[in-house]
């Protein structure tokens, strides 16, 4: 079951890419190769994530080979001498708060086929810093609305990229 958990993250990341990579294909009149087309950040997003989830699970199996070669006879000197960074584990708390950010952004996709992408964005954005806990309202909606702000700026005027 240990086994199992330690590779869950890789492969979780992995199949997520890979709807993101099969949705990306299927959006009309875009080019995946095209910067300034619909396709293409989500497109860059799945080849970094399926990247990061090859080399996580890649990081376990080497580690879980480590492990398993190593003899059950160290001395406690040395144990006390190095810290014991390998084998930190996430909670159960840390995995409920990674699936439940990964939904927020789900809903977050699925607003914008019904809301414009700034009000959509603006709304992720205070939602999502809320649950993080970061910091107070009036923190959040001041960075909210510059975030804004400064992504219709870049993006619309400057890259003259239409958002959704």
């Known amino acids: 079951m240990q086994k199992v958990r330690a590779f869950a993250p890789g492969v979780i990341m992995i199949i997520v890419s890979l709807v993101f990579l099969s949705q990306a294909f299927t959006m009309e009149k875009a080019s995946i ?7 293409f950040l989500p497109a860059l997003i799945a080849f970094v994530m399926m990247i990061t989830g ?32 390998e084998n930190t584990e996430m909670t159960m708390r840390q995995y409920s708060l990674i699936l439940t950010y990964f939904i927020m952004i789900i809903i977050y996709v699925l607003l914008l086929s019904f809301i414009p992408f700034i009000v959509a964005t603006f709304i992720f954005l205070s939602v999502s810093m809320f649950f993080l806990r970061g910091v107070s309202w009036k923190t959040n909606l001041i960075v909210s609305i510059v975030s804004i702000i400064v992504i219709d700026l870049v993006f619309s ?8």
Request: net charge negative; proline share 6%.
């Open 33 to 39: 190769t095209d910067p300034a087309g619909g396709s």
């Open 54 to 85: 090859i080399t996580v699970l890649f990081q376990e199996r080497m580690k879980l080979k480590v492990e398993m070669s190593e003899t059950h006879h160290k001395v406690i000197e040395a144990e006390a001498e190095t810290p014991d960074y």
């Open 157 to 164: 005027k400057l890259f003259h990229i239409i958002f959704p």
